[in-house]
């Protein structure tokens, strides 16, 4: 059973900084993107970042632009998400996603989600 572990969120001030991790465990697929999503109270989950393998591509949603950096490892198939610069508009539940294919033939894709973690940035 694949299981998607968070950790990392918190409080934060203004201007503060907190890094968010997400490892997969119990590996049945091949993993391929690993990303982060968020949802801000009342409002749909939004992509934050994600990170291809094995070109390293990466994606930012605009707002996060030069605050936010994704990176993983994939020996330990772990996503990270280091906020700096945070703002109280970057409040939300962030949940990890990791998508590829399965290992079993006929190979098809699949994906997979995190349980959530509560980032809350207060002034």
């Known amino acids: 059973q694949v299981q998607l572990v968070e950790s990392g969120g918190g409080l934060v001030q203004p201007g503060g900084s907190l890094r968010l991790s997400c490892e997969v465990r119990?590996?049945?697929?091949?993993?391929?993107?690993m990303g982060w999503y968020r949802q801000p109270p009342g409002n749909e989950r939004e992509l934050v970042a994600e990170i291809e393998s094995p070109t390293g591509s990466i994606d930012y949603t605009d707002s996060v632009k030069g605050r936010f950096t994704i990176s993983r490892d994939n020996n330990k198939d772990t996503v990270y998400l280091q906020m700096n610069s945070l703002k109280p508009e970057d409040t939300a539940v962030y949940f990890c996603?990791?998508?590829?294919?399965?290992?079993?033939?006929?190979?098809?894709?699949?994906?997979?989600w995190g349980q959530g973690t509560q980032v809350t940035v207060f002034t």
């Open positions: 996603n990791a998508r590829g294919l399965s290992l079993t033939l006929p190979r098809r894709p699949v994906g997979y």
């Open positions: 119990g590996n049945m697929f091949t993993v391929q993107t």
